[in-house]
Structures are given as structure tokens and as C-alpha cells.
């Protein structure tokens, strides 16, 4: 049974940062896509970034290109995101999310509908 469990998540003032966490289990860690995600109150649960497992071909969503970062740790089947620079409109629940067998030629996507496996979120508040 496929487990994904974020950790992480935090409060903060503006311009601080967080590192969150995604252990995933039960699983083949290969040929696939991890996503994180994040919702606020009121709006689409969007994509912020994505990767590659193994390969570690990265994407982002324009909103935190060049703040977020993430990275896998294989050995730990592991996938974090960190967050600097951070603005009160990251403020949202944050969601890791999985897709198996994905071809690498198609890339990750980043949007939810791409996605079959979630975690259960953790939230990440950014005072200013």
C-alpha cells in the first residue's frame, strides 16, 4: 500500500525559510513523478514543484521558480522541498503527491489531475 507522509511545515515570518519533507513508501521508487502541492482556503490546490525519481529532472511553477528548491534523497525514498525567501502568499497547506509509471519523455506535471497518491498535507503559515 503506497504511503506518503509530509512533514515540516511550520510558521514563519516573511523572507524565512522551511524545509519540508516527503517519506514515501510501499511502492517501486523508479519511473516516477513526486509533486508537491499546496492549497489555501478558498482556492485550487495548485502545483509548486516536481521531480523525477531517480533522474531528478526538476519543474516549477513560475510563482517560486528560483525560491523553492527540490531534491530527493534515494536511500531515505525521501523528497524534500525547500522554501526561501518566503512570501505570506505561500501561505497554504502543502501536499507531497505521487505518480507511478510515468515515461520520462513526458516529463512531470504540475497539475493535481496528474497526480493518484497524496499525502495528507502540512501547513505552512508565513506572517509578514
Known amino acids: 500500500q503506497v504511503q506518503l507522509v509530509e512533514s515540516g511545515g511550520g510558521s514563519v515570518q516573511a523572507g524565512g525559510s522551511l524545509r519540508l519533507s516527503c517519506v514515501a513508501s510501499g511502492y517501486t521508487y523508479s519511473r516516477s513523478c513526486m509533486g508537491w502541492f499546496r492549497q489555501a482556503p478558498g482556492k485550487e490546490r495548485e502545483g509548486v514543484a516536481a521531480?523525477?525519481?531517480?533522474?531528478?529532472?526538476?519543474y516549477y511553477a513560475d510563482s517560486v521558480e528560483g525560491r523553492f528548491t527540490i531534491s530527493q534523497d534515494n536511500a531515505k525514498n525521501t523528497v524534500y522541498l525547500q522554501m526561501n525567501s518566503l512570501k505570506p502568499e505561500d501561505t497554504a497547506m502543502y501536499y507531497c503527491?505521487?505518480?507511478?509509471?510515468?515515461?520520462?519523455?513526458?516529463?512531470?506535471?504540475?497539475?493535481?489531475?496528474?497526480?493518484?497518491?497524496w499525502g495528507q498535507g502540512t501547513q505552512v503559515t508565513v506572517s509578514s
Open positions: 521531480i523525477y525519481i531517480g533522474i531528478s529532472t526538476t
Open positions: 503527491a505521487l505518480v507511478s509509471n510515468r515515461d520520462y519523455d513526458f516529463g512531470c506535471p504540475l497539475h493535481k489531475n496528474g497526480y493518484n497518491r
